[in-house]
């Protein structure tokens, strides 16, 4: 049931493999239709929004609150997330002949990664359905994100982790006094562990794409980009994969302005490249033809932790954003992660996570092959800070 006061303009959900429609407006995990992602639906064309009108809007993702799927302003769990910098890298740019290279730094963000965008939104929505404890399989960030935002918000959080992760990221979670349950393996094994501890489903389980908000959150980078650069797309977005909900969101955000009207009819949009690691690339492995899906593939740890997803339940939708933009996907090593690293930090000042340092090494290769040319106009999607992984990089200097 909606009520008036309503400031989104959410219609329904559909599921991501057959295209049923769900309601949006009771509790919902994976389509019952197919157990596949759901994704929302809005009242693009029937509302007098206007570009305009974001210039009073506060600054922060929820400045595109009529396009997201929190019904009533009180429930927005908000610690300032989104509306992070988009910085010039004139250094590096000059330095490999390149014309025009920005990243975008989502360092910057509640908790040091944008994971705080897709879990400010699955809070809220667990908030607003009225959800008393939340749970989720992380590789690090986004179990942070889910101890922070449900601390906030006065929910439980239960984050089950690998225990190889950096400590910091431990350490953190349980300053919010989430409860922490340490895994021998990947996200996949703590994924089996929350399947095992939520049998009475007991806990909102807030999981890459189990639940329909995350990839909301983090659509919400599409738009600012959009935004930012008023309007005028780059050529090529470089994005560090893991349950690619942001390549995925991103994509989305940018159909959605068009059915806005919002860019111009001819504004191409970006070829969106999904890199990661060669330790843990299923979507590379998929991509190059190597296996049917990622549905065996068998990944390693990497330093850049939130690339060690081996089994993504979004692969079909990430395939779909790849070849409608015209994509690519590559890996690159992990020394080659951590010269990207020293990059950003030498040069530009910008202390970025592992995961943004292979999108900086995956460039320069796409660079040399010819893939990209030097004139077009690269963003670099720098998905977290550095500061939590001192316990895989220290020493690399
Ligand atoms: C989680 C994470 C990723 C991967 O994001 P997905 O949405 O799962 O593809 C990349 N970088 C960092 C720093 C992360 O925490
Ligand atoms: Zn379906």
């Not at 219609?11 to 019952?32: E, I, K, M, P």
């Not at 929190?70 to 610690?79: A, D, G, R, T």
């Not at 899906?293 to 690339?307: D, I, S």
Request: with cysteine.
């Amino acid at each position: 049931m909606q009520l008036l006061t309503t400031s989104s303009l959410l219609a329904d959900l559909y599921c991501a493999n057959c295209g049923q429609t769900h309601t949006a407006f009771s509790r919902q995990t994976l389509s019952v239709c197919c157990q596949a992602p759901l994704l929302c639906s809005y009242n693009l064309t029937e509302n007098n929004i206007s570009k305009a009108d974001l210039i009073n809007r506060p600054a922060s993702l929820w400045r595109y609150e009529a396009f997201l799927p929190v019904l009533h302003p009180e429930n927005q769990v908000s610690l300032g997330e989104g509306f992070t910098p988009l910085l010039a890298l004139k250094r590096l740019a000059a330095q490999h002949g390149l014309n025009r290279l920005t990243l975008k730094d989502e360092g910057l963000n509640p908790t040091g990664s944008f994971k705080a965008r897709g879990l400010s939104l699955a809070i809220s929505k667990a908030k607003e359905n009225g959800e008393r404890a939340c749970i989720i399989p992380t590789a690090g960030n986004a179990g942070v994100a889910t101890a922070a935002y449900c601390a906030r918000a006065g929910l439980e959080s239960v984050v089950v982790m690998p225990r190889h992760t950096p400590d910091a990221f431990k350490e953190e979670c349980l300053a919010y006094n989430a409860r922490l349950i340490l895994v021998d393996g990947l996200i996949n094994d703590c994924a089996a562990k929350v399947q095992e501890l939520n049998q009475n489903g007991d806990y909102f389980d807030v999981s890459t794409l189990k639940e329909p908000y995350r990839l909301e959150g983090k659509k919400t980078m599409g738009y600012e980009i959009a935004e930012q650069l008023d309007w005028q797309l780059p050529d090529v977005i470089m994005y560090p994969t893991g349950g690619g909900t942001g390549l995925i969101g991103i994509w989305k955000a940018f159909r959605e302005l068009q059915e806005l009207g919002w860019l111009s009819p001819d504004q191409r949009l970006p070829r969106m490249v999904a890199v990661q690691a060669q330790e843990c690339c299923p979507i590379v492995t998929t991509f190059d033809g190597k296996q049917p899906n990622c549905k065996q593939y068998v990944g390693k740890p990497t330093l850049a932790n939130g690339l060690a997803v081996p089994r993504p339940i979004g692969e079909p939708l990430m395939l779909s954003v790849l070849s409608e933009s015209g994509g690519t996907a590559i890996a690159v090593s992990e020394e080659e992660m951590v010269d990207g690293v020293r990059d950003l930090c030498r040069y530009e000042g910008i202390f970025a996570a592992p995961e943004g340092g292979a999108i900086w090494a995956a460039t320069q290769k796409l660079v040399q092959q010819g893939w990209i040319q030097p004139d077009e106009h690269i963003l670099l999607l720098s998905t977290g800070s550095g500061q939590k992984y001192m316990d895989n990089l220290k020493g690399k200097w």
